[in-house]
């Protein structure tokens, strides 16, 4: 998909198909580090074919002196750990939004660990120089590291302590945001035999060896997500979603049951879900603090089904990708909806009055806005900018849509 824009829709309004999900960036960008911090001798199979895995697959295979992350969070946060353990003397970049997006947590922590690592741009934020990592040099082995700002630091400080010659104890400071994710960087150490405690806000890591072990990447629940949207705002729906367990390592298949008040069941059979229409619509609260990356999909949803969802632990979305909440108002408005912010954190999602306006909707360089707005198209006729943007996390999801049925045009400016 090169063109800069396409016109969606969708003719009958009725999805009935089976969608084979691209596997989890989350799970596939841990298991690669995890693999290279122990020798790579681990099998990995169904690692996503997401960008965001793309690129840790060919940075961490880099000879090159300056490495570039691009628009992957994931990449530059536990790219930073790696290269400072593994002491390298190299630089990583990314998109002008990744340095934006800010990282001295954990270069300070680092820093404390005997990391040399310099800023080249802005303190606190990417480019990073690593010079090194002073080995003799008596480190703390207990960090306090703010929990608030992004769960990747912790997660990448997590898969490289074990190891240090004493491991590493991490004390949360602050609220704790997206914290499944931390769990799921455990267990995957654990996968592959190194065991961590996690007991209110501090994490113990004692020093280990990674064993190598085979592990299956599971699909993606997050990119799940937006065929809940779509099931939801459907006429009919059976929707099979390949590739996903019901029991996850990801925080993100918590959205079977934020769906359940927008209209979606979900039956889980062997290895995949099965998505059902029911009549439910009703109002509901609730905190996304673990699942950050679902804010946008039951946004838009909630907006298109009149319900006025009360949503609070945003305040990581405004670092992302672009700032999530101000994308989302700007682009709920020209449907005549909105995310309304009441103070101290609360949102409420505002009914879309004016759907079928064929609305012009961008992107933001952001792929959930691409993803999380595509299934307005069930209802009207809508324009979507820029939709290459999918290639971080899912870059089938436009060939999906068609062959459940929706009719996309290349729209060249
Ligand atoms: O660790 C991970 O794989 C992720 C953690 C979350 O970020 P934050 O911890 O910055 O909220 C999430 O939004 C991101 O898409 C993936
Ligand atoms: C926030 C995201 O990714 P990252 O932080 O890894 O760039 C995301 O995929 O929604």
Known sequence: MISSAITLSHP???LRGTV???????????AQIINALSGATSTLDNLSEANDTKVITNLLQSTADELNAEDAGTVMRFMTAYLAVTNQHKVITGTPRMLQRPIGILVEALRQLGAQIDYLGQEGYPPLQFKGIDRTKEYPATLQVRGDISSQYISALL????LFPQGLTIELQGKVGSRPYIQMTLSLMKHFGVEGTFAGTTITVPPQK?????????????GASY???????????????????STSFQGDSVIATIMEHLGVRTTYVADEVVLTKTDT?????FDFTDCPDLAQTVAVVAAVKNVAVEMTGLESLR?????RIAALQQELQKIGGDLEDLGEGLFRVKPATSITNNPVFHTYEDHRMAMALAPVALLTPITIDEPAVVKKSYPRFWQDLEQLGFAITPEEK
């Open 12 to 14: 009958t309004g009725i």
């Open 20 to 30: 084979l999900l691209p596997a989890s960036k989350s799970e596939s960008n841990r």
């Open 159 to 162: 898969m490289v302590a074990p």
């Open 210 to 222: 990674y064993q190598s072990n085979q592990y299956t990447i599971e699909s993606d629940w997050s």
């Open 227 to 245: 065929w809940y949207s779509m099931v939801a705002l459907a006429k009919e729906a059976t929707v099979e979603l390949k590739g996903l367990r």
């Open 281 to 285: 619509a009703e109002i509901f609260s």
């Open 319 to 323: 670092i992302k990708e672009t700032d």
